[in-house]
């Protein structure tokens, strides 16, 4: 039984196809409710999603909104897990895709592996005015704090995970701008059993021109606040070099960038 929370902001445009991701899931044995949580929008998302859960409900899923003030996505999952039903979590952001498959494999999976808390598979990676590819999570190389810390390879609306869990150590981290679900599944990395699901089973997309100069900026450094708290999952010369990796990566660049094209419109 799985509970599939799903935070939306200003989400009209994408939210649809959500809905018909979730509406055309094959060949599906365990109860589900879906968790729209809506994070104050002010376009047509509500009234979409109002629309997306008569359908729900017409094929005997269980569904429902909560409506909320805008404190960003952590909190909005937060909320959903909070008021979720279900052994099992499940997260699909508002501008996701799952394959029709997805929830009959991840299913039969958790049944056969009891003993495992955590199924992530692989996604394709749809990014505006970029090349595509395919994301490869649960690539653990090494021990699972170590291999998380250095890379986050657990995409959340690729991860289903054991809910009495989160509720044990805690949901995301509000007080973060960004990176939370990074700063959770690291939180929870020493008690994780990840059963590594080999096949794409949804896309993950970005939009660039989405991503403001302010948000690059506060994602660097809630970047290095989440690699010093969990340092002593690694050597300090893999501590050191992560920090040196997040202060040269492209994100400054970035931010940069978009400060300054900013100021120039700002000059007309």
């Known amino acids: 039984m799985i509970s599939i929370i799903c935070p939306c902001f200003n989400s009209g445009d994408t939210i649809d196809g959500v809905i018909n991701s979730l509406l055309t899931q094959v060949n599906t044995k365990f109860k589900y409710e879906v ?15 109002k629309n997306g859960i008569k ?17 960003g996505p952590g909190a909005a999952r937060n909320q959903g897990i909070n008021i979720s039903n279900y052994d099992y979590i499940a997260f699909i952001d508002s501008d996701d895709i799952w394959y029709e498959n997805k ?3 991840c299913e039969d999976l958790i049944s056969k592996n009891p003993k495992h808390n955590l199924f992530v598979h692989d996604e394709n990676y749809i ?9 490869i999570n649960g690539n653990f190389e090494e021990s699972l704090p170590s291999s998380l810390y250095n890379r986050n390879c657990l995409s959340t609306s690729a991860v289903i995970v054991k809910k009495d869990l989160i509720n044990k150590y805690g949901g995301f ?20 059993i990840p059963f590594k699901i080999n096949e794409v ?12 100069a302010k948000f690059y ?50 000059n007309y």
């Open 201 to 212: 089973l949804g896309e993950y997309r970005e939009s660039v021109n989405s991503i403001t």
């Open 173 to 192: 981290n509000e007080k973060l701008m960004s990176s939370q679900d990074y700063e959770l599944w690291l939180r929870l990395a020493p008690y994780l």
């Open 35 to 49: 968790i729209f949580i809506d994070d104050g929008s002010k376009d047509n998302t509500i009234s979409l999603i």
């Open 103 to 105: 929830l009959s494999i």
């Open 127 to 135: 990014r505006k005015n970029h090349n595509n590819r395919v994301i």
């Open 217 to 266: 900026l506060y994602r660097i450094l809630d970047q290095l606040k989440i690699a010093y708290k969990y340092k002593n999952y690694v050597s300090y010369s893999q501590f050191f070099y992560k920090i040196i990796k997040i202060i040269l990566s492209k994100q400054w660049l970035y931010g940069i960038k978009n400060i300054v094209l900013r100021s120039k419109s700002h």
């Open 55 to 71: 359908q729900l409900d017409s094929k005997g899923i269980t569904s429902k909104i909560h409506l909320g003030t805008h404190k």
